[in-house]
């Protein structure tokens, strides 16, 4: 099993910036696939980034030129530098690992964008 367990979520105005980190409970040099999922108030999850483990990345359009997704698989580490936020991008922020076809979630970080 892996536990993933988010920080840096907050409140920022619209143009500003955040990075989430999302730490692992074991070594992520074996996990292929971990990414970034939010949820935005009344709404179902969505894909926010995925990369894998040669660092290959792949993102949603609404956040290309935008975000960065990265990792630091000697730290266990999955982050997320966010940029040039909008009020849209407000929502709960989930740490996602894949490791043999099964997905590990982190609980959560909520970015709150204000206009």
């Known amino acids: 099993q892996v536990q993933l367990v988010e920080s840096g979520g907050g409140l920022v105005q619209a143009g500003g910036s955040l990075r989430l980190s999302c730490v692992a409970s074991?070594?992520?040099?074996?996990?292929?696939?971990m990414g970034w999922y939010r949820q935005p108030p009344g709404k179902q999850r969505e894909l926010v980034a995925l990369?894998?483990?040669?660092?290959?990345?792949n993102y949603a359009d609404s956040v290309k030129g935008r975000f960065t997704i990265s990792r630091d698989n000697a730290k266990n580490m999955v982050y997320l530098q966010m940029s040039s936020l909008k009020p849209e991008d407000t929502g709960i922020y989930y740490c996602?690992?894949?490791?043999?076809?099964?997905?590990?979630w982190g609980k959560g970080t909520l970015v709150t964008v204000s206009s």
């Open positions: 996602l690992a894949n490791k043999d076809g099964v997905n590990y």
């Open positions: 074991r070594n992520i040099f074996s996990i292929n696939t």
């Open positions: 990369i894998v483990r040669g660092g290959t990345t």
